[in-house]
Nanobody
Framework: QVQLVESGGGLVQAGGSLRLSCAVSGRTFSAYGMGWFRHAPGKEREFVAG????????YYADSVKGRFTISRDNAKNTVYLQMNSLKPEDTAVYYC???????????????WGQGTQVTVSS
């Protein structure tokens, strides 16, 4: 079965940086889009960033554009989210996900990881 495991979350000060990783197993990784989502208390889960199978197309929520960068290493079956200039409003549980169908860019998630907590203090 498909399994996704996030890592790299933690507590940082505003203006700091974190890099999240998501390791995928159970399927051919390179053919599928990957995405990052986050869920903050009192809010619905929202899309953060997505990337297609080659890494040539990326998509970002307006709230993180210019601060976050999504990338992937198909040889390692891993997708990353580099988060810079973090703000307290970035505090959330961050989830990685992958599409069920190949050829997408992580915007139609089907398989989900368990999430990793990111907390940004003032």
């Amino acid at each position: 079965q498909v399994q996704l495991v996030e890592s790299g979350g933690g507590l940082v000060q505003a203006g700091g940086s974190l890099r999240l990783s998501c390791a995928v197993s159970g399927r051919t990784f390179s053919a599928y889009g990957m995405g990052w989502f986050r869920h903050a208390p009192g809010k619905e889960r929202e899309f953060v960033a997505g990337i297609n199978w080659t890494g040539g197309s990326t998509y970002y929520a307006d709230s993180v554009k210019g601060r976050f960068t999504i990338s992937r290493d198909n040889a390692k079956n891993t997708v990353y989210l580099q988060m810079n200039s973090l703000k307290p409003e970035d505090t959330a549980v961050y989830y990685c996900a992958t599409d069920k169908a190949p050829g997408g860019a992580g915007t139609a998630p089907y398989y989900w990881g368990q999430g990793t907590q990111v907390t940004v203090s003032s």
